[in-house]
């Protein structure tokens, strides 16, 4: 049981370029979260999927889109990446939508625009 | 919606002392209360939790305890140890619709030797 992983760990890119973080969690989650970590921010919320088949912005949206392709894996991206997306970025899951309940987060992806 | 302040930023204590970290939110209707750790270069997570419900958990040398009518909460941990030292974050949620919780900024608690 792995929980709840990321790909890739590591990750450097110039302005204007795009990629897509991966996340899958094998815990039979119903929700799934992607958040940024900045220093003295906490965590940010950018999107979230309650339910497999939807998704709906965070508080950070601005500049990510992002896919819930099965219930298993909820994958971001950077269409066209800028300096301001530096940040670790945390996938995490939650066993149940609709009812509080932990949230179980991956170890991060660190990405530096340059 | 929901506001989290977390108090303070920065925490240092000598090993063997108390530390207590405070949050307080903005929504009435907030009713779970987690805590998450995040040690250096980790992942956050989830030490105690409480939800309204309750007014004190605890689990070992860390307790939670919660106001509802101050509308605050409070991490307490008790003879400290540097295997404590991390950041700390407290977040507030509701029940009813999506779970999506908000997160305090987190504090980073150093605990010396």
């Known amino acids: 049981n792995a929980g709840v992983t990321q790909t890739p760990k590591f990750q450097v890119l110039k302005t204007g370029q795009s990629m897509t973080l991966q996340c899958a969690q094998d815990?039979?989650?119903?929700?799934m979260y992607w958040y940024r970590q900045d220093p003295g921010m906490g965590l940010r919320l950018i999107y979230y999927?309650?339910?497999?088949?939807?998704?709906d912005k965070g508080e950070v949206p601005n500049g990510y889109n992002v896919s819930r392709l099965n219930k298993r894996e909820f994958s971001l991206r950077l269409e066209s990446a800028a300096p301001s997306q530096t940040s670790v970025y945390f996938c995490a899951s939650s066993p149940t939508s609709g009812y509080t309940d932990t949230q179980y987060f991956g170890p991060g992806t660190r990405l530096t625009v340059l | 919606g929901e506001n989290v302040e977390q108090h303070p930023s920065t925490l240092s204590v000598q090993e063997g002392d108390s530390a207590v970290i405070k949050c307080t939110y903005s929504?009435?209707?907030?009713?779970?209360f987690p805590w998450y750790k995040q040690e250096l270069g980790k992942r956050p997570q989830l030490i105690i939790d409480i939800r309204s419900n309750v007014g004190e958990k605890k689990d070992q040398r860390i307790a939670v305890t919660l106001n509802k009518t101050a509308k605050h909460f409070s991490l307490h941990i008790t003879e400290t140890q540097p295997e404590d030292s991390a950041v700390y974050f407290c977040?507030?949620?509701?029940?009813?619709?999506?779970?999506?919780?908000?997160f305090g900024r987190g504090t980073s608690l150093i605990v010396h030797p």
């Open positions: 929504d009435s209707a907030s009713n779970y």
């Open positions: 999927s309650a339910s497999e088949g939807t998704t």
């Open positions: 977040a507030a949620s509701k029940s009813g619709g999506s779970y999506i919780p908000t």
């Open positions: 815990m039979n989650h119903n929700s």
